[in-house]
Antibody, heavy 119, light 107 residues
Framework: QVDLLQSGAEVRKPGASVKVSCQTS????????IHWVRQAPGQGLEWMGI????????SYAQRFQGRVTMTSDTSTITLYMELSSLQSDDTATYFCARVSSWYGPMDFWGQGTLVTVSS | DIQMTQSPSSLSASVGDRVTITCRAS??????LNWYQHKPGTAPKLLIYGASSLQSGAPSRFSGIASGTDFTLTISSLQPEDFAIYYCQQSYSAPWTFGQGTTVDIK
């Protein structure tokens, strides 16, 4: 069955970077795009960006432009989301989610990765 | 950016109640509207896509309708496992945006 397995919780200091992984299984890696969505404590869901695992092409939310990089590794069927210059308000649970078309619904989600930014 | 406005932000209901949540888009999005259920500490689940199509595996008590830029999620008979936060999301154009969420809790 389809599974998106994310890496474990991370703690970073302000100014540092974090790289979260999302390993897929149960579907053809190159046929599904992957979104990254985050949820800060007590807040709603916030879209960060989307990547085409086949081409590596990505589109990012403007507020993260210059600070986020989404990549894919077809050899390990893993997607990555790296966020730099972390601040305390980046403390959140980060989710990956797949879609079968660029404008399709997010039908499977990873379990989430908690990133805590604290000095 | 397309703004998605959900109402109410929270509601209290009893098991067996009919529950309705609405979502309004700031501009036309066709039927590119999806509904998700999210329980704390778990992954969100897709319930409804394309405004009214029930996702495989989602219970039939969930339904969605569209009227212009207004969208409605209905739970016909609330069950104990339905207490959660519900989000609408537009997938019409980037940046993809979510509503602020509706918390459904026990009355």
């Amino acid at each position: 069955q389809v599974d998106l397995l994310q890496s474990g919780a991370e703690v970073r200091k302000p100014g540092a970077s974090v790289k979260v992984s999302c390993q897929t299984s149960g579907h053809t890696f190159t046929k599904y795009y992957i979104h990254w969505v985050r949820q800060a404590p007590g807040q709603g869901l916030e879209w960060m960006g989307i990547i085409n695992p086949n081409t590596g092409g990505a589109s990012y939310a403007q507020r993260f432009q210059g600070r986020v990089t989404m990549t894919s590794d077809t050899s390990t069927i893993t997607l990555y989301m790296e966020l730099s210059s972390l601040q305390s308000d980046d403390t959140a649970t980060y989710f990956c989610a797949r879609v079968s078309s660029w404008y399709g619904p997010m039908d499977f989600w990873g379990q989430g990765t908690l990133v805590t930014v604290s000095s | 950016d397309i703004q998605m406005t959900q109402s109410p932000s929270s509601l209290s209901a009893s098991v067996g109640d009919r529950v309705t949540i609405t979502c309004r888009a700031s501009q036309s999005i066709g039927r590119y509207l999806n509904w998700y259920q999210h329980k704390p500490g778990t992954a969100p689940k897709l319930l409804i896509y394309g405004a009214s199509s029930l996702q495989s595996g989602a219970p039939s008590r969930f339904s969605g309708i569209a009227s212009g830029t207004d969208f409605t999620l209905t739970i016909s008979s609330l069950q104990p496992e339905d207490f959660a936060i519900y989000y609408c999301q537009q997938s019409y154009s980037a940046p993809w945006t979510f509503g602020q969420g509706t918390t459904v809790d026990i009355k």
